[in-house]
């Protein structure tokens, strides 16, 4: 079965400290892999993707990805967090369709 | 462009009761799925509907149940309502054929059962 394991419950860096965000899934084949933010009270918004080709991928607000097929990883980063990068992330795998599989999501907090 | 709608933004109801949340979804999408996500939990897969028929089901009773409209709007209901109901139902929408493409969320329902 597919699922996808954010380890990390909550996360606090300092404003203008680097931010890796861990994520790691279990599927058979290479999965489609998202990274989704959700502010409070908001819906998600897609901050990058990884379907095929280079393994590093580029998102959008300065995020960036890494696919890692070894290691079933897809680990978020950023080099300079800002204040309003202060939210809940979710990676998310798709095996097939539109069927989209969530982690429980990491909180980050910013702090100045 | 309007993206994803979703109404109403909060809702409250009592066990037993039963609820109706609908979503329009993004202009030129015709493929709607919705999500329930429980407080500090990922959005779990309910349905998806496209051509006006499900689709794809994850793993809920049929107390839930839905419907697309000929627009491609959607309706989300539940019955006989639960506590562990109360959630946020987030619709998201994408365009059949586009295969993994993102999917443009709402902002959600929050859904209160007491």
């Known amino acids: 079965a597919q699922s996808v394991t954010q380890p990390d419950i909550h996360i606090t860096v300092s404003e203008g400290a680097s931010l890796e965000l861990r994520c790691n899934y279990s599927?058979?084949?290479?999965?489609?892999l998202f990274w989704y933010v959700q502010s409070p009270g908001q819906g998600l918004q897609l901050l990058l993707k990884?379907?095929?080709?280079?393994?590093l991928v580029q998102g959008i607000k300065g995020f960036e990805a890494e696919f890692k097929r070894s290691q079933s990883s897809f680990n978020l980063r950023k080099p300079s967090v800002h204040w309003s990068d202060a939210a809940e992330y979710f990676c998310?795998?798709?095996?097939?369709?539109?069927?989209?599989?969530f982690g429980t999501g990491t909180s980050l907090t910013v702090i100045p | 462009d309007a993206g994803v709608t979703q109404s109403p933004t909060h809702l409250i109801k009592t066990r037993g009761q039963q609820v109706t949340l609908r979503c329009s979804p993004k202009?030129?999408?015709?493929?709607v799925s919705w999500y329930q996500q429980a407080l500090g939990q990922g959005p779990q897969f309910i349905f998806q509907?496209?051509?006006?028929?499900?689709?794809q089901r994850g793993n809920f009773p049929d107390r839930f149940s839905g419907h697309q409209f000929p627009n491609y709007s959607s309706e989300l209901n539940v019955n006989a309502l639960l506590l562990g109901d109360s959630a946020l139902y987030l619709c998201?929408?994408?365009?059949?054929?586009?295969?993994?493409?993102?999917?443009?969320f709402g902002s959600g329902t929050q859904l209160s059962v007491l």
């Open positions: 998201a929408s994408s365009r059949r054929g586009a295969t993994n493409e993102k999917l443009f």
């Open positions: 599927y058979g084949a290479t999965p489609y």
């Open positions: 990884y379907f095929s080709g280079d393994t």
């Open positions: 998310a795998v798709a095996p097939t369709g539109n069927q989209f599989y």
């Open positions: 202009s030129g999408h015709d493929t």
């Open positions: 509907y496209y051509e006006e028929e499900e689709r």
